[in-house]
T-cell receptor, first 114, second 114 residues
Framework: GEQVEQRPPHLSVREGDSAVITCTYTDPNSYYFFWYKQEPGASLQLLMKVFSSTEINEGQGFTVLLNKKDKRLSLNLTAAHPGDSAAYFCAVSAMGTNAYKVIFGKGTHLHVLP | EAAVTQSPRNKVTVTGGNVTLSCRQTNSHNYMYWYRQDTGHGLRLIHYSYGAGNLQIGDVPDGYKATRTTQEDFFLLLELASPSQTSLYFC?????????????FGSGTRLLVI
């Protein structure tokens, strides 16, 4: 079945620097991809959902890149600020036995230093 | 407002104890999921369901049962709790159609098995 590997597990950057988190996946039939943010003690919030037909997606202060050839998904926070400190999870939608299910990466703990 | 509500927020039980975690969604979603979140593992799918009376096995089902009594309610049962089940549990719901579904997560239940 689908496997998702996320790197790095921990990342520290200075305020204003960029931060890049990358996920690789195995199932070439995966079609939907997600990035979630989890602040300390809180639940997961959807940052962005992307489709395999779109390679670059821009959000507020971040960019998501999808490389279908390499089966790689990345989240780039362009100018990190302390409010970006959180855990980030990628997720890939894959077909299970009878229904779609979402496979999560193991997460990246981002710490933005002031 | 559509939501996923989990109860209890925190639970302590002894080894061998019987625990039921509850989840209710008001999103009118067909799919519901139970995940556990552990450091170094991210979110791992325990069980999921695509409708009342339906149950699908996830990736880490051992030691867990689940029951979907209505479209709104999904329960996770630990009949003989073990310390290895100490974790943060998240319930989620989604529309689930075609894999293109946003997940709505509950606030989590923190379970300690002593």
């Amino acid at each position: 079945g689908e496997q998702v590997e996320q790197r790095p597990p921990h990342l520290s950057v200075r305020e204003g620097d960029s931060a890049v988190i990358t996920c690789t996946y195995t199932d070439p039939n995966s079609y939907y991809f997600f990035w979630y943010k989890q602040e300390p003690g809180a639940s997961l919030q959807l940052l962005m959902k992307v489709f395999s037909s779109t390679e670059i997606n821009e959000g507020q202060g971040f960019t998501v890149l999808l490389n279908k050839k390499d089966k790689r998904l990345s989240l780039n926070l362009t100018a990190a600020h302390p409010g970006d400190s959180a855990a980030y999870f990628c997720a890939v939608s894959a077909m299970g036995t009878n229904a779609y299910k979402v496979i999560f990466g193991k997460g990246t703990h981002l710490h933005v230093l002031p | 407002e559509a939501a996923v509500t989990q109860s209890p927020r925190n639970k302590v039980t002894v080894t061998g104890g019987n625990v039921t975690l509850s989840c209710r969604q008001t999103n009118s979603h067909n799919y519901m999921y139970w995940y556990r979140q552990d450091t170094g593992h991210g979110l791992r799918l325990i069980h999921y369901s695509y409708g009342a009376g339906n149950l699908q096995i996830g990736d880490v089902p051992d030691g867990y049962k689940a029951t979907r009594t209505t479209q709104e309610d999904f329960f996770l049962l630990l009949e003989l709790a073990s310390p290895s089940q100490t974790s943060l549990y998240f319930c989620a719901s989604s529309d689930g159609t075609g894999g293109n579904s946003d997940y709505t997560f509950g606030s989590g239940t923190r379970l300690l098995v002593i």
